[in-house]
């Protein structure tokens, strides 16, 4: 596959020009300034566009489960897609709260089924959002989660943010990292912590 006259913008590379991208399977064959078109190969004309590595969302809302009138993760996936996002981080204030293996177990299904990037879901630091007790972080993480937050509450109730602060790093969780995060979502939402897990 032949992507020709696209801005390209590579950072890893250092590039931000207009190139022609080669595509063999799932590398990139070469980058030049004019590719020559080989027999059969797809061209896609990106004269206009932008180029660019998979873009990474943190913080999305894909209302699975419990609200597919808003959004689930077959709409929201495509969504991400459809705007260069290869991978994104969805938000466990969903219905119930993804707290929980069972509930956990349920959206990776879907994510399995019906995801169209990769999908990384976030867990509840707190059992239903409450800000009181922590989730059951070492079994969620074993069972799939990627990163904790109490997104949309937040964790600034000084005797949580002490809990926080005191929670054992254990394996699977010791390669967490805890970083206080600032929510960039909606202006309405609190800030979150959120502590990511090893990516897969
Ligand atoms: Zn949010």
């Known amino acids: 596959m032949l992507i020709r006259g696209g801005r390209l913008v590579d950072p890893a590379s250092r590039i931000a020009s207009v190139r022609d991208l080669l595509i063999s399977g799932e590398s ?9 078109r080989t027999p059969g190969c797809q061209v896609i ?6 180029v660019i590595p998979g873009l990474i969302d943190l913080h999305v809302h894909l209302r699975e489960p419990g609200m597919p009138e808003a959004e689930n993760v077959a709409s929201g996936s495509r969504a991400a897609a459809a705007g260069g996002f290869t991978t994104v981080v969805c938000q466990p204030n969903t219905k119930p709260v993804l707290d929980n293996l069972e509930t956990l177990d349920s ?3 879907s ?11 976030a867990v509840a630091l707190s059992k239903g959002l409450q800000g009181k007790q922590l989730s059951n972080i070492e079994d969620l993480a074993g069972r799939g989660a990627r990163a904790l937050s109490d997104d949309g509450i937040g964790t600034s109730r000084p005797r949580f943010a ?3 602060k005191a929670m054992p790093m254990t394996a699977p969780t010791s390669e967490l990292s805890r ?3 600032g929510n960039a979502c ?3 939402h609190a800030p979150s912590a959120a502590s990511s897990l ?3």
């Open 28 to 36: 990139v064959k070469s980058v030049s300034k004019s590719a020559r």
């Open 45 to 50: 004309d990106a004269s206009g566009c932008l």
């Open 107 to 109: 959206l990776i299904s």
């Open 111 to 121: 994510i399995a089924k019906t995801a169209k990037v990769r999908v990384l879901p």
């Open 162 to 164: 002490s809990t926080i």
């Open 179 to 181: 970083t206080m995060a």
């Open 186 to 188: 909606h202006p309405n």
């Open 198 to 200: 090893k990516s897969p």
